[in-house]
């Protein structure tokens, strides 16, 4: 299926154009102050480290508390409130053996 450039822009050009100008829209009403630099997991487990503040959104390490080991990649949030979903959510697993009842 050919489409005839409008403008010089194909659809799908078009189409990033106007995702990047909302991303913009949305990341004027996000400054870097409202990123925490250091916060804790609801239990206390992690700890998560603001590692850089990027156009639309901030990357932070996950650091394990008890073994002081870093979470390979970090983790990337868009907005600060989904950080703190985040945070409330994140629990250290406990382990141990799960029976099959039989």
Do not use: C
Not at 24 to 50: A, C, E
Not at 63 to 85: A, C, H
């Amino acid at each position: 299926m050919n489409f005839k450039p409008l403008f010089g822009l194909l659809p799908k050009d078009i189409f990033k154009l106007k995702r990047k100008e909302n991303i913009m829209k949305q990341n004027n009403k996000v400054s870097k102050k409202d990123w925490p630099k250091v916060v804790s997991s609801r239990h206390g487990d992690y700890t998560f480290i603001l590692e850089k503040i990027m156009f639309d959104r901030a990357k932070y390490k996950v650091i394990d508390v008890e073994t002081n080991k870093e979470e390979i990649g970090g983790r990337v949030y868009n907005t600060p409130s989904q950080l703190q979903k985040s945070l409330d959510d994140l629990i250290k697993p406990l382990g141990g053996i799960q029976s099959s009842q039989f």
